[in-house]
């Protein structure tokens, strides 16, 4: 079984900065495409940014600019380096990622339990 297991949320002030990691433990083959996604309240989960296990990485416009995206493949862990940070950032942010347990089945989705961040003006 694989786990997505996220840490570095909190409170911030806006214009400041936080670094989220997820780290990606359990008995499989590699880890593909890792997300970061965000859901603020009322509001539906949206993708903020994501990361090829080659390095390619794509970001929401809401966020370019002020968010970058990372991994380590070597320890499976993603990364997202938040700046400029404002009030309409704050949400629950969840990681994601499709991940190979087997040479014989297809990846699957994997979702963390989600790190909420609050940015108060």
């Known amino acids: 079984q694989v786990q997505l297991v996220e840490s570095g949320g909190g409170l911030v002030q806006a214009g400041g900065s936080l670094r989220l990691s997820c780290s990606a433990s359990?008995?499989?083959?590699?880890?593909?495409?890792m997300r970061w996604y965000r859901q603020a309240p009322g509001k539906q989960r949206e993708l903020a940014a994501a990361i090829t296990s080659d390095g390619r990485a794509d970001y929401a416009n809401s966020v370019t600019g002020r968010f970058i995206i990372s991994r380590d493949n070597a320890n499976n862990t993603v990364y997202l380096q938040m700046t400029g940070l404002k009030p309409e950032d704050t949400a629950v942010y969840y990681c994601?990622?499709?991940?190979?347990?087997?040479?014989?089945?297809?990846?699957?989705?994997?979702w963390g339990q989600g790190t909420l961040v609050t940015v108060s003006s």
């Open positions: 359990g008995s499989f083959l590699n880890v593909n495409v």
């Open positions: 994601n990622a499709n991940v190979k347990s087997r040479r014989w089945l297809p990846a699957i989705e994997v």
